[in-house]
């Protein structure tokens, strides 16, 4: 018997995307693992709990499970995202098949078929290599070129996430420890699309100043680009050219396209689709400039 379709997630003041993306899960997966914390370093700032303060938390509670798929693990403030994947390790079983999303991501019901056929028709391959699309300040935009990611996996019976040091010296973060990846690659290779770049002015200075808070204490990075640059640069590039805060913004050596395939329907339903130009809010730019300032 083919093992269950899980889709787990950490989750922590998501409700910018929670309403839209987490009932589309629910139609897809078995069982739903959500774990919510506040990580140290995180942008999201959480209650005395380490939970969010935005919603999330009486979303999750209050959302409809006729189906009794949902799981929910409070987990509170921690130290490394390991400390929220673990947890829904413990709650699946070898030969699950994880959709391993973030709350800001999304994939096509066509791809995630096809990712989780080809990972049940594959016993060599634990892992379905997809192509990263970014997308950078609306909903119509990604930056192209992106190295490719997992996102569904079948779930080996070592499996646990530690932290670990990279070896090219670039600081801590987390992985699987002790496990062999074997990446099949399904051509054309499915999308993940990730929309943790298109979010409001205050959201993304708050999530652009953690990476250097983060970058400053770990000597690390959580996002493939900033690792190469300046920190000047990378305050420039990251954040000034970004559509929220320049006209015309292409961060350097990256190319941004028209993003050319039908989006998911959950995206489709996002005010942010319908009205970019909320993400563009003037007065709140204005309420960020001595920040800014400071910050440089």
């Known amino acids: 018997?083919?093992?269950?379709?899980?889709?787990?997630?950490?989750?922590?003041?998501?409700?910018?995307?929670?309403?839209?993306?987490?009932?589309?899960?629910?139609?897809?997966?078995?069982?739903?693992?959500?774990?919510?914390?506040?990580?140290?370093?995180?942008?999201?700032?959480?209650?005395?709990?380490?939970?969010?303060?935005?919603?999330?938390?009486?979303?999750?509670?209050?959302?409809?499970?006729?189906?009794?798929?949902i799981i929910y693990i409070p987990v509170g403030r921690c130290d490394l995202m390991c400390d929220l994947r673990n947890p829904y390790l413990e709650l699946t079983e070898p030969g699950d098949i994880l959709l391993q999303f973030d709350m800001d991501e999304i994939m096509s019901v066509r791809d995630v078929e096809a990712s989780v056929q080809f990972l049940r028709s594959h016993p060599d391959c634990n892992v379905v290599l997809c192509d990263q699309l970014m997308f950078w300040g609306d909903f119509r935009h990604h930056l192209a070129g992106l190295a490719p990611v997992w996102r569904i996996c079948r779930r080996e019976a070592d499996w646990r996430y530690a932290q670990i040091e990279y070896s090219d010296g670039k600081g801590l973060g987390d992985d699987l420890a002790g496990t062999t990846i074997v990446p099949g690659d399904l051509l054309p290779r499915p999308q993940m699309l990730h929309f943790g770049w298109v979010r409001k002015p205050r959201r993304l200075f708050e999530k652009v100043l953690v990476t250097y808070r983060f970058l400053g204490e770990l000597k690390a990075t959580s996002h493939p680009h900033l690792a190469a640059m300046s920190e000047a640069d990378r305050k420039w590039d990251i954040l000034f050219n970004h559509p929220c805060f320049c006209e015309q913004a292409v961060p350097q050596d990256w190319q941004i396209v028209e993003y050319a395939g039908e989006l998911p329907e959950p995206v489709r339903q996002h005010p942010y689709y319908w009205h970019p130009e909320v993400l563009r809010d003037d007065a709140e730019l204005r309420k960020l400039e001595a920040e800014i300032e400071a910050w440089i």
Request: hydrophobic residues 40%; charged residues 25%; contains cysteine.
């Open 1 to 69: 018997m083919p093992g269950k379709i899980v889709y787990v997630a950490p989750v922590a003041n998501t409700m910018d995307f929670l309403p839209y993306f987490l009932p589309y899960w629910y139609e897809i997966a078995d069982r739903l693992i959500l774990t919510e914390g506040v990580i140290r370093f995180c942008h999201d700032k959480g209650d005395e709990a380490g939970l969010s303060t935005d919603g999330t938390t009486e979303f999750i509670w209050n959302f409809p499970d006729p189906k009794n798929k």
